[in-house]
């Protein structure tokens, strides 16, 4: 009967061992999915930070070529 008992006790065990692996894998493969998730993300936010740091040196490029005493709030809007 010792032996039955071991066997089932091993049993067991090597069953809560198995839903122990299985609970890990779901959350690495979840933690996985968020972390190519999020360098995606940060991919896109390093682009859209390039494109910004380009306008706003196209920007400050403009503003340095306007002649001298050149008012910006002294242009009439578009509509007039």
Same mark, same amino acid.
């Given at each position: 009967?010792?032996?039955?008992?071991?066997?089932?006790?091993?049993?067991?065990?090597?069953?809560?061992?198995?839903?122990?692996?299985?609970?890990?894998?779901?959350?690495?493969?979840? /933690?996985?999915?968020?972390?190519?998730?999020?360098?995606?993300?940060?991919?896109?936010?390093?682009?859209?930070?390039?494109?910004?740091?380009?306008? /706003?040196?196209?920007?400050?490029?403009?503003?340095?070529?306007?002649?001298?005493?050149?008012?910006?709030?002294?242009? /009439?809007?578009?509509?007039?």
């Amino acid at each position: 009967m010792p032996d039955h008992e071991s066997l089932a006790g091993l049993a067991a065990r090597l069953e809560a061992l198995e839903n122990r692996t299985a609970h890990q894998e779901h959350w690495l493969d979840q /933690l996985d999915e968020a972390v190519a998730s999020q360098e995606r993300r940060l991919q896109e936010l390093i682009r859209l930070n390039a494109v910004m740091q380009k306008r /706003l040196r196209e920007q400050q490029q403009a503003l340095n070529d306007q002649p001298e005493g050149f008012d910006p709030g002294q242009e /009439l809007p578009p509509h007039y």
